[in-house]
């Protein structure tokens, strides 16, 4: 009898195994199957892509579409101009001429040893000193000035017509800078 009662949980899981295993999963077979017996969808070949041809831009030397046309028949020139007035080509370029005028701004003033020096903001954050005889902007601007809250400059630029003419500009301290 004994070997009669180890045997009852042993037979029982037989038997619930066995039930479990029926053909509960027919229909899944089933769906397999219709799904298998389709016929196989036609998927679209990849499309071509045309290479990239890399573009040089080469206009960054003329005049900027943002500002407004300039009329040389209708204007009259400011300031002197004449064969005695062009750029020396000759001299050392300064830092700041490699900005643009736009983009350099006055931030205040300093006076050391008698001098009276401007502090000017170029157009990537830093800051420099500058004073009268100095050279900024892309337009060959000599200062000829500087005062408490404003900086005289003479740029020489071209006529369009072959010469050049002298034209005076002033960077001002803002007032947000104050």
Known sequence: MRISIKLIPVTLLLVLVGACSGGKDDDLRSYIREV????????????????????????????????????????????????????????KKEFLEGFDLTAITMVGTLEKGGTLWAL??????????????NYIGKNHGRIIATKENQIELLEIVSDGLGAWLERPRILSLSEKDL
């Open 36 to 91: 298998k017996a389709k016929p196989a969808g036609v998927i679209e070949p990849l499309p071509t892509f045309n290479t990239y041809e890399s573009f040089t831009y080469s206009a960054a030397v003329l005049r900027s579409p943002f500002d407004p046309p300039v009329d040389i028949a209708m204007r009259r020139p400011q300031g002197r101009s004449g064969a005695d007035v062009k750029p020396d080509f000759n001299r």
């Open 120 to 133: 000017v903001r170029d157009g990537v954050g830093g800051i420099h000193w500058v004073t009268q005889g």
